[in-house]
């Protein structure tokens, strides 16, 4: 689900809410995008030129069956129509007409040339024209916008193959349940001398590649710690795959997040009881400082969901950490995180200037905060429980929730997640991570190779059909392979 904000810059400064229904990025978001790189040359110049003698004779027939002793010439002209739409009905591109179409093309012209020659009234003609140009721009309209439908329903729908996967690992963990034993120990999961990655995650691949992807670049991957938390509905297929799976000497350890028991009671029950992983927001805004053809800008923010906010209960003992979402590949070592001297910031993340506070008003103007700011991006994050937990930081969290009885629950996690840290954010460098990799065409290789991390925010993931295919060996490269229940599950 896409939350859009159309806003009209003015030189950089105040930023006013406008409308702008012809804007196509904001209509429809990352389908328009996608539409065009996906756009197929039609071969259909026949078929537009027969379409055209349709719309004329549609045109002009009405005109036609009016004039007295031209009985017989309107029933050819309705017989040509009739034939002509039979011959379209089933026809997209030029190989598509039957054989017979240059006697029917050549009949018509014919046909249309002797009604121009009879005296009509033009402004029945073109009051018929209008009728038809109006129907066709609604069917198109109308095209659009179940295309549309059809494109986001495939990008936020679980694939069916990944489904399968995760009731197959289901299935197989209570098949031997008796094989399942925890073999790891409390003081080691607590130890700060490793790193310590989190992560929140329903999707078992998502999840398994970007840990493969993090152990795999690691320079000492037996000190890495991956505590991956997920819900009741995953977790066996979540804990069946990491015990099938090994990522070189790190340990990954899976979490029921409905089931913890260090959960304090001041926690709001909707937390407690379903996992609410990164959010993502869709913010549509128009820059008239801009030219026509870049006035329109469409960026995706990744925040924190309300589940990240429980970590200083989750984590009891440890202090720093690094969050990734799970649509993270790591391509360098990330243990230099750990030596950052954040002073008394509490999150270390990339931030975006390209989007800044007074650019989203309408869904934080009840709150205070500097407009200058610039928004931060989950996905890579680096975490200092410690001065989170002195500072409060998950009680401001609920204080911000109660300002927002009528909003929905996930659409408060956008004000939420950016207000909370104001004034104690660490900025990271841009090198950390590159973004954009779910919805943006235009990122250079140079770019993505020099990257530590790729971070495919947005809407077009690189697991789903739909996922830009310049991008997917990147992450393709880290994907599990020669699984048993994926080659049952027909991923590849």
């Known amino acids: 689900m896409d939350t859009a904000v159309d806003g009209k810059e003015n030189q950089g400064q105040e930023v006013v809410q406008e409308e702008n229904p012809k804007s196509c990025e904001l209509e429809y978001g990352s389908y328009c995008l996608w539409s065009v790189e ?16 349709l719309f004329m004779a549609r045109a002009h027939y009405p005109s036609i069956a009016k004039l007295k002793h031209q009985e017989r010439f309107t029933r050819e002209l309705k017989q040509n129509i009739q034939e002509h739409e039979h011959m379209l009905s089933d026809t997209i ?16 012209e014919h046909i249309i040339e002797r009604v121009k020659s009879c005296e009509v009234g033009c402004s029945n003609v073109e009051r018929k024209l209008r009728q038809l140009l109006d129907i066709t721009e609604d069917e198109a309209y109308f095209h659009t916008r179940q295309s549309a439908f059809l494109y986001h329903l495939g990008v936020q729908t679980m694939p069916k193959t990944h489904h399968c996967l995760s009731m197959r690992l289901t299935v197989e963990y209570f098949k031997s349940a008796s094989l399942h034993r925890e073999l790891l120990n409390e003081q080691t999961l607590e130890d700060p001398a490793f790193f310590h990655y989190v992560m929140f995650s329903r999707n078992v691949l998502a999840a398994s590649t970007t840990i493969n992807s993090t152990a795999m670049n690691s320079k000492d991957s037996g000190s890495v710690i991956f505590h991956l938390f997920t819900d009741t509905q995953n977790f066996y297929a979540m804990k069946h795959w ?105 999150i270390g993340a990339v931030q975006f200037c390209g989007v800044r506070l007074c650019q989203l008003r309408a869904y934080i103007e009840e709150h205070n905060f500097n407009t200058d700011s610039c928004v931060w991006f989950s996905g890579l994050n680096v975490i200092e429980l410690e001065k989170w937990r002195d500072l409060g930081i998950t009680s401001l969290h609920g204080q911000l929730l109660q300002k927002e009885i009528s909003v929905s629950h996930r659409l408060k996690a956008l004000p939420r997640g950016l207000l909370a840290f104001q004034d104690l954010i660490y900025p990271l460098k841009d090198s950390w991570v590159q973004s954009g990799l779910g919805y943006d065409y235009g990122i250079s290789r140079i770019d993505i190779e020099k990257a530590a991390t790729l971070h495919y925010n947005g809407v077009m993931k690189p697991w789903l059909d739909l996922g830009i295919h310049d991008y997917k060996s990147y992450w393709r490269k880290y994907m599990t392979n020669g699984e048993r229940f994926m080659a049952e599950c027909n991923i590849h």
């Open 242 to 346: 990491f015990d099938r799976n090994s990522y070189l000497e790190a340990i990954v350890h899976v979490i029921n997040i409905d089931n913890h028991n260090k959960l304090s009671k001041n926690v709001e029950s909707i937390e407690r009881q379903q996992l609410w992983p990164t959010e993502e927001f869709r913010v549509t805004f128009s820059n008239h400082s801009q030219p026509f053809q870049r006035r329109i800008k469409t960026e995706y923010i990744s925040v924190f969901g309300h589940s990240q906010f429980l970590l200083p209960d989750l984590l009891p003992n440890l202090n720093r950490v690094v969050v990734l979402d799970d649509d993270l590949v790591v391509q360098k070592d990330l243990s230099s995180l750990w030596n950052l001297n954040m002073g008394d910031k509490v």
């Open 38 to 53: 996906h756009k197929e040359e039609m071969k259909d110049a026949i078929v537009k030129r027969l379409k055209d003698q």
């Open 93 to 108: 591109a030029d190989a598509d007409l039957p054989p017979f179409f240059t006697k029917k093309l050549e009949k018509m």
